[in-house]
């Protein structure tokens, strides 16, 4: 017996220990989302092989930096300027798309609606991978010793990259996008068809549950969805590439990723989400015309007893009581007198601003526009009018 | 004279030093994780692989072997997202075969070691893609063209791995 023993020792031995593998692996199966039970021998090989990444991937930042920033600053003049009409054009775009931005929130009050903003971001640097085309998942230089925690989403200027997955005390494992285990509800963002942009064993995503019977044109582009509670909506995905009948009912649509998921250096978490109900600008409506006349030089007070009429006419078509707004008793540029709304029984404002004379005397001018005054905010909402008892018009 | 046939008392036993022993399966672990993020095509390689089957082919133990391959196996797994134990069983059984064929031959020419690292990549990808699917049951597709393809370039990086590694050989 212990000749049989000493003779098939190694081989007892090797059974033994893929037996002990084995087993180790099955109870890992079973247990499909307990991460728990490898955590220390993780910790350790992490611990081991991550401070070399941390130190490699500071030297050659820091290298690139110096090159950069002290050697390499050929045609930096000329970028320069080109970033300064690059500034002036989005200034002019910010302001359309704020007045698109405001529109929007106004309609999504009216509705209630409720919806995910990113409140907080943390910076972190991509330092290794997990060297697996079978796990297509990276490290990255924050842990949970800087507020990490799983599950958080991880994106760049592109779009998403994927979700934190574990997190360590100085570092986490992001999982990407194009992993087979990863999963992302998604939304299509002319057809708005849903499904989930999933990942494969070759790293190319899919939308996965999609009907064959809807149309799905390629060069589309796909978004979060925001109802899997991990990625707030809106942030894109990717890109439609080829759309092919798949198995059974459903279609099979290639994506592109936004974001170049084999050259990923430096991403955003998204470490804090708020989730609030939008609102509509509640500041109360100010006019141009307002803010200008305020700043203006006041006039001096005249008795009302001349005309109170005109005066309180006045008064309550700019809605304000400030007195440089009192339009004169007789210029050639006054304006028609305001008329009330049939519907909502308001008074339009006058449109114009008071601009004193050289005999002191305030003056109508064209009102200006909201590209024109920077310090001013308008909105074009119906005022609602002093009540005014001399007026006849009733308060709302 | 590629591959020697020799009796266990004729071929050359290696040991390796403490730093060694651990430092160069550490470093290889490293640069597998590293060296894909900026070198793209780099993940065809193997590198744990290699060390594992250099290693084992040096000291010709078996236990050893595949203690060796095991524990390479195991860390390289716990760097990964998957269960740990995948590529640890692969690779115990790779330092397994190859410490046993290192006690029967002598492969110290770069001719035999394309040969040999050719075989056991082949084999090491046939067990995990067989352990991942039936145990772990991950989605995998086997391409024949790129499995030979990446044992082809992994044999050219281990021939010339193991010349350097050769250097930290001491004899016993």
């Known amino acids: 017996m212990e000749s049989v023993l000493g003779r098939y020792r190694n081989l007892i031995i090797l059974v033994g220990v893929l037996f002990a593998q084995m087993l180790g692996l099955a109870v890992q199966v079973k247990r499909t989302t307990d991460t728990e039970s490898t955590r220390l021998i993780r910790i350790w090989t992490v611990s081991a092989v991550t401070p070399f990444e941390k130190g490699l991937v500071w030297i050659r930042t820091s290298t690139y930096n110096i090159w950069h920033n002290y050697a390499y600053l050929r045609g930096v003049r000329q970028e320069n300027r080109d970033l300064k009409a690059e500034i002036e054009r989005l200034r002019i775009e910010q302001v359309r798309l704020k007045e698109d931005a405001d529109q929007a929130r106004r309609l999504q009050a009216l509705l209630s609606f409720k919806e995910e903003y990113i409140s907080k971001t943390l910076p972190a640097q991509v330092i290794g991978s997990t060297g697996s085309e079978l796990s297509r998942a990276v490290y990255i230089d924050k842990g949970s010793a800087d507020g990490l925690e799983h599950d958080m989403p991880v994106i760049t200027a592109d779009g998403v990259v994927g979700k934190v997955l574990q997190v360590f005390k100085r570092t986490s494992l992001v999982l990407l996008l194009n992993d087979q285990t990863s999963g992302v509800g998604a939304i299509l963002e002319k057809s708005r068809i849903q499904g989930v942009a999933k990942g494969t064993a070759t790293g190319e995503v899919f939308l996965d549950r999609v009907m064959s019977d809807q149309q799905v044109e390629p060069g589309e582009k796909l978004l979060t969805a925001g109802g899997d509670r991990v990625f707030p909506k809106g942030l894109p995905l990717g890109t439609v590439t080829k759309v092919s009948p798949g198995q059974e009912v459903f279609l099979n649509v290639r994506v592109k990723p936004a974001v ?27 006019r141009a015309a307002d803010v200008l006349a305020q700043r203006l030089p006041g006039v001096p007070d005249k008795p009302p007893a001349d005309d109170p009429n005109k005066a309180k006419t006045a008064d309550s078509a700019s809605g304000t009581q400030n007195p440089a707004v009192v339009p004169p008793a007789v210029s050639p540029n006054k304006p028609p007198a305001p008329k009330p709304n049939a519907s909502t029984g308001s008074v339009p404002r006058a449109e114009g601003v008071a601009e004193k004379q050289s005999s002191g005397t305030p003056v109508m001018k064209p009102a200006v526009s909201n590209t024109q005054t920077n310090d001013a905010k308008i909105v074009e909402k119906p005022s609602k009018p002093a009540a005014s008892p001399q007026s006849g018009i009733p308060p709302q | 004279m590629p591959i020697t046939y020799t009796s266990g008392e004729q071929v050359e036993v290696y040991r390796f030093s403490v730093p060694v022993t651990i430092g160069v399966p550490l470093v290889a672990l490293f640069l597998q994780a590293w060296l894909p993020l900026h070198i793209h095509f780099f993940s065809v390689f193997d590198l744990p692989l290699l060390v594992t089957i250099f290693f084992a082919m040096a000291r010709r133990s078996q236990v050893a ?25 692969a690779k115990t059984i790779v330092g397994y075969g190859a410490s046993s064929l290192g006690i029967k031959l002598d492969v110290e020419n770069a001719g035999a070691r394309f040969l040999v690292i050719l075989f056991f990549y082949t084999v090491h990808q046939t067990i995990y893609f067989m352990i991942a699917r039936a145990l772990v049951r991950l989605t995998l597709e086997w391409s024949w063209q790129r499995e030979l393809g990446a044992a082809v370039a992994n044999a050219v990086l281990g021939v010339f791995l193991f010349f350097l590694l050769d250097r930290f050989k001491q004899r016993t």
Do not use: C, F, M, W
């Not at chain 2, 997202?81 to 640890?88: A, E, F, K, L």
């Open chain 1, 260 to 286: 170049n998921l084999s050259r990923l250096e430096e991403v955003l978490v998204i470490v804090k989400k708020e989730e609030r109900q939008a609102v509509a600008e509640d500041v109360a409506p100010v």
């Open chain 2, 65 to 89: 072997g595949l203690l060796t391959g095991g524990i390479i196996g195991l860390l390289q797994d716990s760097l990964t997202h998957q269960p740990i134990g995948v590529y640890g069983i």
